[in-house]
């Protein structure tokens, strides 16, 4: 099982600005609902997460950089 973004239906407004930087095709809308579809090609961009106007989408993941 891959590690996805987790959309918060209660939050969402279906207004469809992460489907449009969802790279990966990871996010929908079908009958104006948000849903993820479990991909292995998701790069746990956070972009979804960053874009949401609601805050609706949460990444269960943190992207950490190291210096060296």
Same mark, same amino acid.
């Given at each position: 099982?891959? /590690?996805?973004?987790?959309? !918060?239906?209660?939050?969402?407004?279906?207004?469809?600005?992460?489907?449009?930087? @969802?790279?990966?095709? =990871? /996010?929908?809308? +079908?009958? $104006? &609902?948000?849903?993820?579809?479990?991909? $292995? %090609? @998701?790069?746990?961009? %956070?972009?979804?997460? =960053?874009? @949401?106007? %609601?805050? =609706? +989408?949460?990444?269960?993941?943190? +992207? &950490?950089?190291? !210096?060296?």
């Amino acid at each position: 099982m891959t /590690i996805m973004p987790v959309i !918060d239906r209660n939050k969402c407004n279906s207004c469809g600005l992460c489907v449009r930087v @969802c790279y990966c095709g =990871a /996010i929908v809308i +079908i009958d $104006n &609902v948000v849903s993820i579809i479990e991909t $292995n %090609t @998701c790069g746990w961009c %956070t972009q979804c997460e =960053a874009i @949401c106007p %609601t805050s =609706a +989408i949460s990444c269960p993941f943190e +992207i &950490v950089f190291e !210096d060296k």
